[in-house]
């Protein structure tokens, strides 16, 4: 097809003056006597464009009052710069083809619709400016993760989705049919990143996780996006250095290049450019303690659940890391402290503004026997992680990883309710359509 001019391209400001072709999407319209004002919509924006009587053909003025909402259509027209409209440019047609007359009734038009007809009608609801403007976020945080990760010297990695053995505990694993036997969804790539750190060294991956959450939160999809790193010669310290810088990247690449975005979603991008290195750390006991002295009862040895996370949050105004948690409180992989075995050289990152936890990691056994004794304590078999335990063998390094859950990072910086939101199509305990 011939090409057109992007609506973005329009709005920054460089073709004024100038006679365009646009194609898009008609988003809304009203007319007022002799004009119809549209909102056209093309994926990379939105523009109005004025259809006067006396400036197009006849036939051309009569389509364009009888054509309905999600139209396709091509409009030629000169750029004019109009503080008025919405961007601040609008096209003052003379020409438009339909190239699609939508059918009338575009089931989520502009009115109130609650979160299940939404949901429902989700095929057609990504097509709103505001999971638009969410999904540009989203891509964009990918977009710098990769710019950080490629530049710091990271190998891009990919990691089987059907495995055959718990990476973070047998009681969310989504078990499918593999021909005659069972197999399952990832939970992390994590087991597998730790045997690809000595074939490449420092490694990341963006790919889903599955897990079967069984509770109905605002914090859980049953199908997540995992960004995760995993680093050789590297301990709790470090890994802890290598997610304050990435994240800080993120967010102010997303300050800087989606500003208009976060700006409509309520978030103001200057307040991630104040966050900076280094994030407060504080450690498990200090966060019971802290609990505890605002009276919410809290056992030592459990892993922090939401309402406690969010009071937590409370306390800083940027991310924070809680460190060495219980050995109860992680999966069997955890390295123990040297010092205080019964913890862990675990970290989470968890978000300000009761968001909460946005990425689980730490340091890793690095130990053949310590692993052995982790497997039996967790009642896991060993012999179904006997590759696993290989790595323990042949040439053992310190290292240390993280995974950072997308749509939690993506819920706190557009200031989402809930974290169906942050994806297109979300999964949910009880929705898998459309
Ligand atoms: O804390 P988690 O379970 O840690 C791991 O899976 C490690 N193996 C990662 C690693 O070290 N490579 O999960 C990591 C992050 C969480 O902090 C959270 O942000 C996200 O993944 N996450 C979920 N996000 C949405 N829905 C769920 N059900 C999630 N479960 C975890
Ligand atoms: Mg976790």
């Known amino acids: 097809m011939e090409s057109a001019t992007s609506i973005s391209e329009i709005l920054s400001g460089k073709k004024v003056n100038e006679d365009v072709t646009i194609r898009g999407w008609l988003h809304n319209k009203r007319s007022s006597g002799g004009i119809h004002f549209f909102i056209v919509r093309d994926g990379t924006g939105v523009i109005q464009c004025t259809i006067k009587k006396d400036r197009v053909a006849e036939d051309v003025f009569d389509a364009a009052k009888k054509i309905t909402q999600e139209s396709t259509m091509e409009i030629r027209g000169v750029v004019k710069e109009d503080q008025r409209a919405p961007g601040g440019y609008e096209i003052q047609a003379c020409d438009m083809k339909i190239l699609h007359l939508a059918e009338e009734g575009f089931p989520v038009a502009k009115k109130y619709h609650g979160p299940d007809f939404l949901l429902d009608h989700r095929h057609l609801w990504i097509r709103s400016q505001k999971m638009q403007r969410i999904l540009r976020v989203r891509a964009g945080m990918l977009r710098a993760a990769r710019e950080w990760l490629d530049q710091n010297g990271f190998t891009e990695f990919h990691a089987p989705t059907l495995i055959s053995a718990a990476c973070e505990g047998g009681a969310t694993l989504f078990t499918v049919k593999y021909f005659d036997g069972e197999a399952y969804l990832t939970q992390s790539w994590q087991l597998y990143a730790e045997a690809a750190i000595a074939s490449l060294g420092k490694i990341y991956t963006i790919a889903p996780s599955f897990r079967a959450e069984k509770s ?5 999809l049953t199908e ?15 890994i802890m250095k290598i997610e304050e810088d990435l994240l800080t990247y993120i967010l102010h ?8 975005d976060l700006e409509a979603l309520g978030r ?13 750390r504080i450690t498990y006991d200090e966060a019971v303690e802290m609990l505890n002295r605002d009276g919410v009862k809290f056992e030592w040895g459990n892993d922090l659940g939401w309402i406690e996370e969010k009071r937590l949050t409370l306390k800083f105004d940027k991310p924070f890391f809680v460190t060495h948690y219980p050995r109860s409180a992680k999966a069997f992989y955890h390295k123990p402290d040297p010092r205080r075995p019964e913890v ?8 300000p503004e009761g968001y909460g ?5 730490g340091q890793r056994i690095e130990n053949i026997n310590d692993l052995l004794d982790r497997i ?3 009642n896991l078999n060993p012999e179904d992680y006997k590759w696993y335990i290989d790595l323990r063998r042949y040439g053992s390094v310190p290292h240390a990883g993280f995974g950072l859950g ?11 309710n809930h974290i169906r939101d942050a994806i297109a199509f979300p999964r949910l305990i009880n929705r898998i359509y459309p």
């Open 216 to 220: 109905k939160t605002r914090r859980h």
């Open 224 to 238: 997540f996006w995992h960004l995760e790193v995993e680093v050789p010669w590297c301990d709790l310290e470090g």
């Open 253 to 260: 690449s997303l300050a800087e290049r989606s500003a208009r």
């Open 268 to 280: 103001q991008p200057g307040d991630l450019l104040k966050i900076n290195p280094p994030f407060p």
């Open 344 to 351: 862990t050289l675990s970290a989470d990152l968890l978000a």
């Open 357 to 361: 936890e946005i990425t689980g990691g």
């Open 376 to 378: 039996r304590e967790n």
């Open 406 to 416: 997308v749509e939690r990072t993506v819920a706190w910086v557009c200031k989402l």
